[in-house]
């Protein structure tokens, strides 16, 4: 596709369900960054996939969240049991040359997630 | 700790007016740096990414420039204007990015 795309859009959920995120990256892009972004803060590394393994989850805040990848197409991020807390925008990103000094990672229009 | 620190957290300036962001970062020890452009309900644009061995990019009416040793980066933006209004982010790769919270900018009119 032309550029990543994030699925839904918005997303407001009660205390206590479970919500799916879902990202497609890029067209041939290797890897896929998850971030969370709260209000008026920077974006927070969740996980990043290199293909379909994750060689790096050490910014997922609890063992309510997980992520899973396809090959190297679509992710998805789940968040089990929905806090307050979880209400952010989650941002994807994918690239083509991780762990490379030339790297630019292609952000995604994020999820908006609202926990009532 | 990696952090990433940006001043100030919010801008408003007239139209026209020459403006310097800041950043700054705790580790040195660094890849590279990239300064993001952030709208409301869009993703982040990759503005500008500067090498560790660089001290300096420019594309078009901006400038990035890089002192590692004492961690610091700025963001020049010449003759701003309505449409530079936006929330700027910088960040920095180490082995993973490391983001600043932004600096919110309006320009107006």
């Known amino acids: 596709g032309a550029g990543v795309s994030q699925s839904p859009s918005n997303k407001v959920t009660e205390k206590g369900k479970d919500v799916e995120l879902r990202c497609d990256p890029i067209?041939?892009?290797?890897?896929l960054y998850w971030y969370r972004q709260r209000l008026g803060q920077g974006l927070e590394f969740l996980i990043y996939f290199q293909g379909n393994s994750a060689p790096d989850k050490s910014g997922l805040p609890s063992d309510r969240f997980s992520a899973e990848r396809t090959g190297e197409s679509v992710s998805t991020l789940t968040i089990q049991r929905t806090q307050q807390e979880d209400s952010a925008v989650y941002l994807c990103?994918?690239?083509?040359?991780?762990?490379?000094?030339?790297?630019?990672?292609?952000f995604g229009p994020g999820t908006r997630l609202l926990v009532l | 700790k990696q952090e990433v620190t940006q001043i100030p957290a919010a801008l408003s300036v007239p139209e026209g007016e020459n403006l310097v962001l800041n950043c700054s970062f705790t580790?040195?020890?660094?890849?590279?740096l990239q300064w993001f452009r952030q709208d409301p309900g869009k993703g982040l644009t990759s503005l500008l990414l500067?090498?560790?061995?660089?001290r300096e990019q420019t594309s078009g009416r901006l400038n990035a420039s890089l002192d590692k040793s004492s961690g610091r980066s700025t963001l020049y933006i010449a003759a701003s204007q309505p449409g530079d209004s936006a929330t700027y982010l910088c960040?920095?790769?180490?082995?993973?990015?490391?983001f600043g919270a932004g600096t919110r900018l309006a320009v107006h009119p």
């Open positions: 960040a920095v790769r180490y082995n993973k990015l490391i």
């Open positions: 580790d040195s020890a660094i890849y590279n």
């Open positions: 990103a994918s690239s083509s040359q991780p762990a490379s000094y030339q790297e630019t990672q292609y």
């Open positions: 500067i090498q560790s061995s660089q």
């Open positions: 067209s041939g892009h290797t890897a």
